[in-house]
Nanobody, 122 residues
Framework: QVQLVESGGGLVQPGGSLRLSCVAS????????MCWYRQAPGKQRELVAS???????NYADSVKGRFTISRDNYRNTVYLQMNSLKPEDTAVYYC????????????????WGQGTQVTVSS
C-alpha cells in the first residue's frame, strides 16, 4: 500500500505564491513518476506538471513560466511551486504517483492524493 499526503493549499490573492507538497509513504519499491493534476468546477481534470525518473519535467502551457515541479527522491516528496497566481488557477489540486510496491514489484500502479483546494481571489 502507498499513501499520499498533500499539504500547502489555501486562499491567496492574484499575483501571490503558494507551494504544494506531496509525500509518498508505505511499502514502496520504486517510483517512476510524480505528477500534479488539477480540476476546476465543471471542467475535466488536467495534468499540470510531471516529473519522471531521470529528471525530465513537463508543464501545461497555461502554467509554463509560473509553476515549477521539483522532487526530493530521498524523502519521496514532490513539490509544486506556484507563482504569479491567477484566478483561473483556482481548482482542487491532486498529487499522482506512479509506483511499484515491495509486495508486488512487478506491478505498477497509480496512486492519488485526496486533493487540496487552491483558491485565487481578491
Amino acid at each position: 500500500q502507498v499513501q499520499l499526503v498533500e499539504s500547502g493549499g489555501g486562499l491567496v490573492q492574484p499575483g501571490g505564491s503558494l507551494r504544494l507538497s506531496c509525500v509518498a509513504s508505505g511499502s514502496i519499491f520504486s517510483i517512476n513518476a510524480m505528477c500534479w493534476y488539477r480540476q476546476a468546477p465543471g471542467k475535466q481534470r488536467e495534468l499540470v506538471a510531471s516529473s519522471v525518473s531521470g529528471g525530465s519535467t513537463n508543464y501545461a502551457d497555461s502554467v509554463k513560466g509560473r509553476f515549477t515541479i521539483s522532487r526530493d527522491n530521498y524523502r519521496n516528496t514532490v513539490y509544486l511551486q506556484m507563482n504569479s497566481l491567477k484566478p483561473e488557477d483556482t481548482a482542487v489540486y491532486y498529487c499522482n504517483v506512479n509506483a511499484r510496491e515491495r509486495r508486488d514489484p512487478l506491478k505498477v500502479n497509480n496512486y492519488w492524493g485526496q486533493g487540496t483546494q487552491v483558491t485565487v481571489s481578491s
